[in-house]
T-cell receptor, first 113, second 114 residues
Framework: GQNIDQPTEMTATEGAIVQINCTYQTSGFNGLFWYQQHAGEAPTFLSYNVLDGLEEKGRFSSFLSRSKGYSYLLLKELQMKDSASYLC??????????????FGAGTQVVVTP | DSGVTQTPKHLITATGQRVTLRCSPRSGDLSVYWYQQSLDQGLQFLIQYYNGEERAKGNILERFSAQQFPDLHSELNLSSLELGDSALYFC?????????????FGSGTQLSVL
């Protein structure tokens, strides 16, 4: 099994930067995903990391350290539309070769004017 | 629009009843996933299918069952419903179900058990 921890809520001002941390524990790690979910809507893919390091995609960047079981999602130049829940998800190959994609509880980001 | 279609969007039923949720994956995707999302538990993995066969199982109750048909659509059957089964049920699909593939989610079925 595994444990995925991320903060419940973060508040930031429009135009600022916010970093959402995610820690996980699994012996069968095979990739980490970040998804964005607006209230009442489906999650949408943001980023994927399987090797250590930083992946940058426009205003969003994601970092992974496998040895530390740690990832973060960095949101730059925050916009009001970025107010959403951000879900950290880990692919866990512990019990089967296909691997389950398990999600954390999500971090609600509130962007204020 | 993710290309994943779920029906119905909303379902209201009573305890003890049985319901079926339907999912059509994106065109060309062979793998289908089911997730349950409730306010207190987040997004919980239920089950994954690949080309008609079960591939991975999560925290799916024995009262729940699923299948993927030859045309690749999938159904999630929930029986002997309890109040606690009220949740948003998402279906997602990916091309081959591989570990590095991103999932495309449908808009979900909101189930209310009264």
């Amino acid at each position: 099994g595994q444990n995925i921890d991320q903060p419940t809520e973060m508040t930031a001002t429009e135009g600022a930067i916010v970093q959402i941390n995610c820690t996980y524990q699994t012996s069968g790690f095979n990739g980490l995903f970040w998804y964005q979910q607006h209230a009442g809507e489906a999650p949408t893919f943001l980023s994927y990391n399987v090797l250590d390091g930083l992946e940058e995609k426009g205003r969003f960047s994601s970092f992974l350290s496998r040895s530390k079981g740690y990832s973060y999602l960095l949101l730059k130049e925050l916009q009001m539309k970025d107010s959403a829940s951000y879900l950290c998800a880990v692919r866990d190959m512990t019990t089967d070769s296909w691997g389950k994609l398990q999600f954390g509880a999500g971090t609600q980001v509130v962007v204020t004017p | 629009d993710s290309g994943v279609t779920q029906t119905p969007k909303h379902l209201i039923t009573a305890t003890g009843q049985r319901v079926t949720l339907r999912c059509s994956p994106r065109s060309g995707d062979l793998s289908v996933y089911w997730y349950q999302q409730s306010l207190d538990q987040g997004l919980q993995f239920l089950i994954q299918y690949y080309n008609g066969e079960e591939r991975a199982k999560g925290n799916i109750l024995e009262r729940f069952s699923a299948q993927q048909f030859p045309d690749l659509h999938s159904e999630l059957n929930l029986s002997s419903l309890e109040l606690g089964d009220s949740a948003l049920y998402f279906c997602a699909s990916s091309s081959l179900g591989g570990p590095n593939e991103k999932l495309f989610f449908g808009s979900g079925t909101q189930l209310s058990v009264l």
